[in-house]
């Protein structure tokens, strides 16, 4: 059974479950701390693909808190086969593209239809910036932070279908086999997708894409807590109420 250690902030109190099935049972059963170490364990990842979809990191923790919600009511259903944060990745894959299908029609950062996710593999990448002016920018050459900005905004302009594999594979780093259980595609559709999804980014970010992956979208620390604390205090109203 795959295990993760904590991605986020450590659980205020006691010791960490590491049996996945264990800890969902533990959950579903109303114990707080098995929830919160869910949360804090997938937190990142799961922002990550949010955002992978969603185009926006504020829409993205919109979307994993009220996934989460959606989750603590359904671990009940979790049986252990496959890993907690595929089944869990599910859930955020299906909130994300109903609110991109719900909301199409606003304006966003990206303009993107939601139906773009399940579509065969389109070309080119979306967008007006050109990489070559913002390298060229002296601001970008002098600061690292202005440089994952410019790397972020260039993952956002990759297809939808391109950005959701990039994102786990490059970024969160997990294997094609993996990141196929979390999409809910086939193992040769990832590596399809990830090499295109190189290939256009490459054209746009040359050497310093690489350089910059690591800190990309993350969602660690006060974030964290911040998401966790809401989620609970959702729970526990519905639960009292």
């Known amino acids: 059974m795959n295990t993760l250690p904590s991605e986020g902030s450590q659980p205020a109190f006691g010791n960490p479950i590491v049996d996945e099935k264990v800890l969902a049972t533990a959950a579903a059963g109303g114990d707080e701390r098995a929830f919160d170490q869910i949360m804090r364990r997938y937190n990142q990842r799961l922002f990550r693909l949010a955002v992978s979809i969603a185009g926006?990191?504020?829409?993205?923790?919109?979307?994993?808190?009220?996934?989460?919600?959606?989750?603590?009511?359904?671990?009940?259903s979790y049986t252990g086969e496959g890993g907690l944060g595929a089944w869990l990745a599910r859930i955020v894959r299906n909130e994300a593209i109903d609110r991109l299908r719900t909301h199409g029609s606003r304006k966003r950062h990206i303009t993107l239809e939601a139906d773009m996710f399940l579509q065969p593999d389109s070309p080119g990448l979306s967008g007006t910036a050109r990489a070559e002016e913002i390298l060229s920018s002296p601001e970008v050459a002098a600061e690292r932070d202005d440089m994952k900005r410019i790397l972020e905004g260039a993952i956002a302009q990759l297809p939808i279908q391109f950005r959701s594999v990039f994102m786990l594979r490059e970024v969160e780093g997990l294997s094609v086999e993996e990141t196929a259980e979390y999409l809910g595609i086939p193992a040769a559709t990832v590596k399809t997708r990830d090499h295109r999804a190189r290939g256009l980014l490459r054209t746009h970010l040359r050497a310093q894409m690489d350089e910059s992956l690591a800190g990309a979208y993350r969602f660690l620390g006060s974030r964290c807590d911040a998401l966790v604390a809401g989620v609970i205090a959702r729970v526990r109203a519905r639960v009292d109420g």
């Open 56 to 76: 926006e990191a504020s829409e993205a923790e919109d979307i994993l808190q009220e996934s989460y919600v959606r989750a603590f009511y359904r671990l009940s």
